[in-house]
């Protein structure tokens, strides 16, 4: 028989050398238990000003956030990386929000969905989600102070702008108070193998965000709209045979799909904006977007007289999309996107002087720039 130890036992030697070592960590953590709870006690009293201050003082505040993230980046010297205080601060702050004012997050559902993945990546896992079947569920949800905040996908890198939720802001008064940037990764999720797979279902965003991947590994595949990714997910549970789905890995663990094939995006940079819409309205931090749509005079020159403006003083435009109106044939709604707050002086007149020139001007909101 040896004497070695058994397989996970790491040994009397190398186990004296950790304890002194866990000793120290424990220790640490009685202080960073205690440290945090301090900070809590503070959080609650900034709960209690901001519920006096009445329904107009936002719990969440995307500017604050900003600050303290950028705080927490400076302070930090290492050797943890940035990305992981800042994971830690995002729960800290999700922990705020139960603290001051349990808050609910809708998003496009089912659950698994790359809305869900967004808003747990701004919101963390301290408040409620309401899962919803539509964008206009969504703005109606919020408008109504069902939910307090919603997630509405705006454009992806590879496959351009969400028109749909174009759409909804056209219709809605409900502001933009924040943006996020997700990267995407897309998989291949069934519970039969690839030569088996007849159909395959997603989002008509993510069967384009596939497209290439797709024709080369199952070109004789019908590709199947699904409402969302996970919904496609959940279709596919209830009819494996010879059916595939493309959504998160958080679909395939909810949904019980193995992943087939992972990354099977078409570009690896592959990354959706999502918008962030609330009820109020955050205050400038020097890094903001403001958000804004309009229409013009059907004329020759009419657009270019409202981009003059923002040239003209000086702004920078990160956006420009346009949708059909719905009213008349090939008349145009101009969504722009530039950056600054609509509460700067230059933003302010710049937004001023357009408006002389467009039919209709509305702003959907200024936000902390992701
Ligand atoms: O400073 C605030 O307004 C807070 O509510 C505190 C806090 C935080 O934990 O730092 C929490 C949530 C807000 O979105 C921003 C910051």
């Not at 409900?174 to 940037?181: F, G, Q, Y």
């Not at 384009?208 to 997910?233: E, F, I, N, V, Y």
């Not at 078409?266 to 962030?276: A, E, L, V």
């Amino acid at each position: 028989m040896s004497d070695a130890a058994p397989p996970g036992d790491p040994g009397e030697a190398t186990r004296e050398k950790l304890a002194p070592l866990r000793d120290e960590i424990d220790a640490l953590d009685e202080k960073i238990v205690g440290l945090l709870n301090a900070r809590a006690r503070v959080v609650v009293k900034v709960g209690e000003v901001k519920r006096a201050g009445g329904e107009d003082v936002p719990i969440y505040a995307p500017d604050r956030e900003q600050a303290v993230l950028e705080k927490v980046r400076k302070l930090n010297h290492g050797p943890l990386p940035d990305r992981c205080l800042e994971a830690v601060w995002r729960e800290l702050m999700s922990g705020s929000f139960a603290l001051e004012r349990p808050l609910r997050i809708g998003y496009l559902g089912p659950a698994g969905s790359f809305s869900h993945l967004a808003a747990v990546s701004k919101f963390g896992q301290s408040v409620e989600y309401d899962e919803l079947s539509d964008f206009p569920a969504i703005f109606d949800a919020v408008a109504r102070g069902h939910a307090d905040y919603g997630l509405i996908p705006i454009e992806n890198s590879t496959h351009g702008g969400v028109t749909a939720s174009l759409d909804c802001f056209l219709e809605s008064g409900v502001p933009v108070c924040a943006e996020i940037l997700l990267p995407i990764h897309h998989n291949l999720l069934s519970r039969v193998p690839l030569e088996r797979i007849k159909t395959v279902y997603s989002h008509p965003q993510v069967l384009g965000q596939c497209q290439r991947w797709l024709t080369a590994q199952l070109p004789h595949a019908k590709r199947l709209d699904a409402a969302s990714s996970s919904q496609a997910a959940r279709i596919v549970a209830e009819n494996p045979s010879e059916s595939a789905a493309i959504g998160s890995t958080l679909a395939s663990q909810l949904y019980r799909l193995p992943v087939l094939f992972d990354n099977i995006e078409d570009n690896p940079n592959n990354t959706t904006r999502f918008s962030i819409i609330g009820r109020q309205s955050p205050r400038p931090t020097g890094e903001d977007k403001t958000a804004l749509v309009f229409t013009t005079e059907h004329r020759a020159g009419a657009l270019t007289d409202v981009l003059n403006v923002f040239r003209d003083h000086g702004l920078n435009l990160t956006r420009l999309a346009e949708r059909p109106s719905q009213r008349m044939n090939w008349e145009y709604y101009f969504f722009i996107d530039l950056l600054g707050h609509a509460e700067e002086p230059e933003v302010k007149a710049a937004l001023d002087e357009a408006r002389g020139h467009c039919l209709q001007l509305k702003v959907l909101g200024s936000f902390p720039r992701a």
